[in-house]
């Protein structure tokens, strides 16, 4: 009896994942040129540059080099940045820095994209820190977005920072492996009773 219970924490074991904690990720851009862009934000959302639309590996960051100016999405009056939905879903907590020369609104929304978040934006005179933002979230984050008129090369970003847990998103493979786990279980206990 004590083999089959050593096969059954066994499998369990080997066919549960590990729950890891939440862990942060901070894009400060303060890496020359593109190098953002194979990071855990470029890899992971649809952001872009500003200054370089849809090329990637573009190295003009305009005149702010430790920050990013988002291109618009939608005519003149959008930014909209997008998560993955898998690295969304796992998004806790997201905080950004905004800075701009218009009147904007920044919103955040979760996964069901409905707004958590909403602010106006400070108008500032000259390049100096953004106002900085942040929220908490029970069902992720799907994105953000910078709303106004003539978004386009006057709004910066900086500081983007997300709590995440991946390891909360559930892994085909490991549940797999558990269903073959509970197999062989339940395998090797008909098999000892029918040699009783």
Known sequence: ????????????????PA???????????????AAWESGWLG????????YCGTTPNCEDRGNQ?????????VGNTRILVNFLPAFGASITN???????????????YDMNNTSIFFASVPTLASFVNGTS??????????GFSIDGSNVGGNNWIDNVTVNANLSQVPEPASIALLGAGLAVVGAVARRKRSKV
């Open 94 to 108: 997201f905080g950004i820095d905004i800075g701009s020369f218009t009147a904007v609104t920044f919103s955040v």
């Open 1 to 16: 009896m004590s083999t089959f219970r050593s096969l059954v924490v066994g499998a369990l074991l080997l066919g549960i």
């Open 43 to 50: 890899q992971n959302s649809n952001l872009r540059n500003f």
């Open 19 to 33: 729950v890891g904690s939440a862990q942060m990720y901070t894009e400060d851009f303060n890496a020359p040129g």
């Open 133 to 142: 933002f942040s929220v908490a979230s029970t069902n992720g984050v799907s």
């Open 65 to 73: 080099p430790q920050g990013l100016w988002p291109t618009q999405n």
